[in-house]
C-alpha cells in the first residue's frame, strides 16, 4: 500500500482525488490537507506521496516542504515556468532519493493531445491554441495551453519553421490571444464546462483541429494514480505524465 497525503483535499480535484486514493486497491488515503493546515500532519501520518492540487502562488512552498521531508510529490497545480522548474532541481539536487512529477493535465486523453500536437507541428504554416474551462478557474491561460505551446514552439523551432503568418496591424487588447512562445492562445470561461482544449493547425487548402475534453473530474483519476504509483521509482524532476505511459 502506498500512503498518500493530498494537499488542497476540499477543493474540486483533491476532494475527487481523495476518492480515488480511497477507492484504488494498492493506495491508502492518511492525510487530507487544505488552507491552514499544518504541514506537519504529513509526516505524522507517514505520508511516502504527496499531491499538490491547490493554488500557484502556495504550491512552492508546499514542494518545498515535501522536497525537504523526503516526501515523493505528484503535482497537479499549475503556474510553472522555467523559473520554477529550475528551483525544484536545485533541491532535488540536494534531497536526490525524492521525486516530484509535475504533470500539466492528468488526463490520458490530453497528454495525448499535447502529443498529437507536437507530432503535427512541423507539417503546418499556421498554428493556434484554443483553451476553454469552467468559470471558476483562477489562471489563464491554462497549464495545458501553455505546455502544448511550448511543445509545439520547439518542434517548429527544431524544424526551422518560419513565422507564423498574421497581418494583423491594429487590434483591440486580448483579441489574438495571448503569445506563449510565439504561438497565440485563446482562453474561453463558460458555465458548464470543466476542461476543454482545440489546436487548429493550417496551411494552403486545409485545416486540422485537435480536440480533447474533460468532461467530469474523474477524468483525471487514472492519471493521478499513475503518477502516485511511479514517482516513488522516479528520482528528481519528471514534468509530464507522458514519461510513465508506454507511448511508443
Ligand atoms: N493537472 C491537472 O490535470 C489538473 C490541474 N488542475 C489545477 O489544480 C489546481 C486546483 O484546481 P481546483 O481543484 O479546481 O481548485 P480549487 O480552488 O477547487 O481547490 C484548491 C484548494 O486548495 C486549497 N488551498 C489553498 N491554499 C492551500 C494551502 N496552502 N494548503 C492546502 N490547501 C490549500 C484551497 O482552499 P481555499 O479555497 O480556501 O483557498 C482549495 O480548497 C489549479 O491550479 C488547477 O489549474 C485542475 C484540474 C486538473
Ligand atoms: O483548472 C482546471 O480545471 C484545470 N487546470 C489544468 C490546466 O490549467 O491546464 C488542467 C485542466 O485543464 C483543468
Request: charged share 25%.
Amino acid at each position: 500500500m502506498i500512503k498518500v497525503g493530498v494537499l488542497g483535499a476540499k477543493g474540486k480535484m483533491g476532494a475527487q482525488t481523495c476518492l480515488a486514493v480511497e477507492e484504488a486497491a494498492d493506495t491508502e488515503l492518511v492525510a487530507r490537507l487544505d488552507q491552514g493546515d499544518e504541514l506537519d500532519e504529513l509526516t505524522r501520518a507517514g505520508a511516502e506521496v504527496v499531491v499538490d492540487f491547490t493554488r500557484p502562488e502556495v504550491v512552492m512552498d508546499n514542494l518545498a516542504w515535501c522536497i525537504a521531508h523526503g516526501i515523493h510529490a505528484v503535482v497537479g497545480t499549475t503556474g510553472f515556468d522555467e523559473e520554477r522548474l529550475a528551483t525544484l532541481r536545485t533541491q532535488l539536487e540536494a534531497n536526490p532519493g525524492t521525486g516530484v512529477l509535475i504533470a500539466p493535465n492528468f488526463s490520458i486523453g490530453a497528454v495525448l493531445m499535447m502529443q498529437f500536437a507536437a507530432q503535427a507541428a512541423r507539417y503546418y504554416e499556421s498554428v493556434e491554441i484554443i483553451e476553454l474551462h469552467h468559470p471558476d478557474k483562477v489562471d489563464a491561460p491554462s497549464g495545458t495551453a501553455r505546455r502544448t505551446a511550448e511543445l509545439v514552439a520547439a518542434v517548429r523551432r527544431e524544424a526551422e519553421a518560419g513565422p507564423i503568418p498574421d497581418a494583423t496591424t491594429t487590434a483591440l487588447e486580448g483579441a489574438r490571444g495571448a503569445d506563449v512562445d510565439g504561438i497565440r492562445v485563446h482562453g474561453v470561461r463558460l458555465r458548464g464546462l470543466v476542461a476543454h482544449q482545440e489546436v487548429l493547425f493550417g496551411d494552403e487548402g486545409e485545416t486540422l483541429t485537435i480536440r480533447h475534453d474533460s468532461m467530469h473530474r474523474t477524468s483525471f483519476m487514472a492519471g493521478v494514480l499513475l503518477g502516485v504509483r511511479s514517482i516513488g521509482t522516479a528520482p528528481g524532476l519528471t514534468v509530464g505524465l507522458e514519461h510513465f505511459m508506454d507511448l511508443s
